[in-house]
């Protein structure tokens, strides 16, 4: 068993953010010892799940549907699932959009030591858009399209 204080050095939570979720139902189970809450595996367990769910872009009022679907058992397996996927999907398309900008980076990265070993932007840009090496080439077409 943990108390709130180490499940906030654990999480890199405040303590405030783990009684608001314990106030809105996030730890069904948890024990209390003299009303001092005891985080025991099955809350950590949750709170993965659920720090994971909101870095997702799931609000809070859905994390508490999940975790009344969860208390209902096998019946909402079906749309656990369904809102894992969702999720998946989500977090795809912005580790897409994130890929795109690092590419962005990278180009501007090779685009500026080649500029400063050159001294000048002219042979870079007579490379644009489509003569560039073909390592570079790639940063440049994901990063523009």
Known sequence: MYTIGQISEMFNLPISTLRYYDKEGLFPDMQRQSGIRQFSDNEIEALRVIECLKASGLEIKDIKRFMVWVSEGPSTYEKRKALFEERR??????????????????????????????????????MLPDKLPKDVQKLYDNAHS
Do not use: P
């Open 89 to 126: 999907a989500a977090v795809e398309d912005e580790i897409a959009n994130l890929q795109k900008m690092l590419d962005m980076v990278k180009f501007k990265c090779w685009y500026y030591e080649t500029a400063i070993k050159d001294g000048s932007e002219e042979r870079l840009e007579q």
